[in-house]
Each structure stands twice: as C-alpha cells, then as structure tokens.
C-alpha cells in the first residue's frame, strides 16, 4: 500500500540522518526488509553488531538477537522495536537449568544457544548459534557437554560429534511443530524439490531432509545447489528472503510463521527512531558475564 512506501522512506530518512544501522533477522517481514541495511542469520547479525561504529543499532528481531547486540558492542544505544518480541525458546530452560545440570555433571561444560537470555549466557562457558552448534560443541575441552535449551538443536549436533551432549527440554515452537506428513505431503506435491530443515526440527523430520543449516545457510545453499525447487523447513518468513534472492527458484514452506518476529512493525520502528523508545538496558555484571561465552564462540567459529 502507497502509505507503506512513505513510512519506508520516512523511517531511511529518520536512520539515515541520525547514522542508525538497522539489522534485520531473516525471518522479519516483507516490509522490514526494505528498511534494513543488513539481514542475516543470527551469527551473521552479531557479527555485524559487534564490529559496526555506528553509535546507534535499530535491531529487528527477537529479544536476545538485540540483547546479544548491545553485550557485543556495550558502547552503542541498541534498539528494539517492541522489547515484548520474545523469542519463546529463549525463555526455557535457562540460567537454573544451566545450574542445576552443571551440579550434575560437574565435569561438563556449558554449551548455550544464542537463543538465550543474557542471564543464562551469564553462567554458560561458550555460546553456540545454529551455523556453528557442531564447531563449537567439538571446541570445548570437557567430554560431556551440557547443552540447552533446545532439545532438537542438542539431538542433531549429537549425530557429529563424540562428545557426549546432556540435552535440555526446550524446543522452538515453530519448528517443532513441523510433522513428517506435512513433509511427506509437499513431497508428493513437488517430486524432486530438495527438502532443506533448519536444526530445530525435531530428529524425524531431520532424517527426511536433503539438507540441514542456518538460515542463512540455506540461502547459501538454495543459491548454489543446481536443483530448482526447494522443500523449506523453516520459519516461513524465509522464503520472502529465498523468493527474492533466487528468483529462478521455486520454494515451498513447510512451517508456520514465528509470532514474536512479527511484532516488529513499521510503525514501532519509527516511533524507535523519534523517541529513543525500546533501548536495550542490561545489568552491567550480567553483561559483562554473558559477553565472555558469546566473544567465545566468535573467536572459535572465525
Ligand atoms: P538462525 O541463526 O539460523 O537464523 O536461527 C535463529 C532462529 O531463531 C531460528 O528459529
Ligand atoms: Fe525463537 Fe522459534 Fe521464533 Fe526462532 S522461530 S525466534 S527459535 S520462537
């Protein structure tokens, strides 16, 4: 709609003016993508994060993207559109899960997914995202690893390494909830797609994919492989990002939408930029903790 475009260019105005970088996670909207500077997976976003000089970050994503952003790069102001935009994994089992587990296993280290607050990065020896889980896992000293919250993410890292994983009982709803018929069904639908799963699938619709990444790996993966049509095993906001990267391709969904990444609108990004609203604020120690296994991990996986 023409009210759309305006708020587009009133909002590149508003970053533009006030040097702002706007980063954008693959599965925002359609809209969110015409207003950010960088979209990425979220190894590629904290990347981004931690080496920009802008003084200002607008962060479009879930909760911990942009709390991973602000303890990466303490000195900038980091935004967030809508601080309710949570990511639901994020909030299992966290910091007391990682206590408790380590009271258990004393030998073990720490694995934790990004997909965490930045209280239970605090007491965790190395972060890990979805396109490094394996290298990281294979990275620490100890021979058990405690790894959370994802159930799924732990499964799968388990069928590469040696190391023994004792998982947590998280899971991401999204991608849990993708079933092997739903599978089995766009697979009759489209012979010859390529069936391409994110890691937080659940290990029976992993057994049935092609391929296995990050976000933004399988946009690497989409571009490259010589098939043309692809089964996406993903927030289905991917495909937006597929659908314009490789046009020449066709792509199909399997999942659904991720509601906590659609808070982010339009309207909550320019009230961002007018007001200041949305600045990420974190306890200084809590931080300064969770920024040891999160450095960790970017040094490991460079
Ligand atoms: P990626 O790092 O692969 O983008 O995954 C983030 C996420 O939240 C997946 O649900
Ligand atoms: Fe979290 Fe799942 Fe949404 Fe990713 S798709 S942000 S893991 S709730």
Do not use: W
């Amino acid at each position: 709609p023409a009210c759309n475009y305006d708020l587009i260019s009133e909002i590149r105005e508003l970053a533009d003016r006030q040097g702002v970088l706007i980063l954008a996670h693959n599965y925002q909207a359609p809209e969110i993508y015409q207003i950010a500077e960088k979209i990425g997976d979220s190894l590629e976003l904290a990347r981004l994060a931690q080496e920009t000089d802008a003084e200002t970050i607008l962060f479009c994503g879930v909760d911990f993207m942009a709390d991973t952003a602000k303890i990466l790069n303490p000195q900038a102001r980091v935004l967030i559109p809508d601080p309710q935009a949570r990511c639901t994994m994020a909030h299992m089992a966290g910091e007391q899960a990682a206590i408790d587990l380590r009271e258990q296993y004393p030998d073990a280290e720490v694995v934790s997914y990004v997909n965490t607050t930045t209280a239970t990065k605090a007491v965790s020896d190395i972060c890990c995202t979805s396109a490094n889980a394996i290298e990281i896992v294979d990275s620490v000293d100890s021979e058990q690893v405690i790894f959370l919250p994802d159930r799924n993410l732990a499964a799968y890292v388990s069928r590469f390494t040696r190391k023994e994983i004792i998982p947590a009982a998280g899971y991401c709803y999204v991608h849990d909830a993708i079933t092997r018929e739903s599978v089995d069904a766009m697979q009759k639908l489209h012979p010859g797609a390529v069936f391409v799963a994110h890691p937080e699938c659940r290990p029976e619709i992993i057994d049935m994919a092609d391929a296995v990444c990050s976000t933004g790996g399988m946009a690497r993966f989409c571009r490259d492989a010589s098939v043309s049509s692809f089964i996406i095993g993903t927030e289905s906001g991917m495909l937006h990002r597929l659908r314009s990267e490789v046009a020449e391709k066709k792509f199909f969904s399997v999942a659904g939408i991720c509601a906590p990444m659609k808070q982010i609108t339009l309207e909550k990004i320019k009230a961002c930029l007018t007001t200041g609203s949305g600045e990420v604020v974190l306890d200084k120690s809590l931080m300064d903790a969770a920024r040891v296994p999160l450095e960790r991990m970017i040094e490991v996986s460079k």
